[in-house]
């Protein structure tokens, strides 16, 4: 298989894109580069978890190998992947040179918390008994660490300069998936009460109010993902695709449904907040693209993880230093464990949704 054409002209698309918003960087800043935004704060579940839940009594943790084998260092941070997440690469897109520290670890202090910091943590969701499920960071006490964040940042910056940063930064959310696959689909006490139209509603309806909650805390750059394609996770397949190989459609109905409701009421939000820049970042499409014709982007391998086994792909727990099978290299694989995206897929999805972020830092 070859690899992947960096020259596609979508990608040069793309990377034109942002060689324009770089020099615009630097005649802004005259010739000193400098991050396009001050800080960026994130809010969500493993997808952008960078280490949180090392500090919880929660089974959900990758602070251990292979996690992190094609990260700096080769270090298992805890984040759900061989190496960089999507938000890793677009804090490296926007300027960064240091990635904002998670938010119960001992780096977030001093000056550390002048770019921002991480209050994810893998389990989470927008519905907190998700969250409580699994002993994770419920969203509405991410937001309060948000809260106690200002107060740290203040003491180290100053009032003022704090002010600014707020108002600066970009902000992600990204949660949904594990309110589903970790929750709904498997909870009886939610899948025989509700319709999965009523779930969603309610999933949205706490991220409007999660919006309005971050815009009265002085956040004016909102950035939202979409729900991945859930039914071809492989964990997904093992668990709902009936021993079927392939994509499970009813989740992907699913996933399509909540994302078409997230955009209305993004439109909604900005209607009510016209000085609120906000943003949905479709990874629907690009993952979506990449678990059904992996081959088109040089990737070799959709259904299973890197990590894993290939048969029963239904937990990260799976994917651990006695793990049999481990590839040994992860770039053609499209998913790292049974869950979560190889650093490779998500350079792919970064690269997506740069065109889509533009508005929200210019």
Known sequence: MAPRDSRSPALMQVRCLLVLALFLLVATYGGEAQPLVPAVMTFGDSSVDVGNNDYLHTIIKANFPPYGRDFKNHVATGRFCNGKLATDITAETLGFTSYAPAYLSPQASGQNLLVGANFASAGSGYYDHTALLYHAIPLSQQLEYFKEYQSKLAAVAGSSQAQSIIAGSLYIISAGASDFIQNYYINPLLFKTQTVDQFSDRLVGIFSNTVSQLYGM????????????????????????????????????DSRSFNWKMNATVGTLSSRYPDLKIAVFDIYTPLYDLATSPGSQGFTESRRGCCGTGTVETTVLLCNPKSIGTCPN??????????????????VIADSLITEGLILVT
Do not use: K, M
């Open 218 to 253: 002085g956040a004016r750059r909102i950035g939202v993902t979409s729900l991945p394609p859930l039914g071809c996770l492989p964990a997904a397949i093992t668990l709902f695709g009936h021993g079927s190989n392939g994509c499970v459609s009813r989740l992907n109905s």
């Open 330 to 347: 992860a770039t053609t694989y499209v998913f790292w464990d049974a869950v979560h995206p190889s650093e490779a897929a998500n350079q």
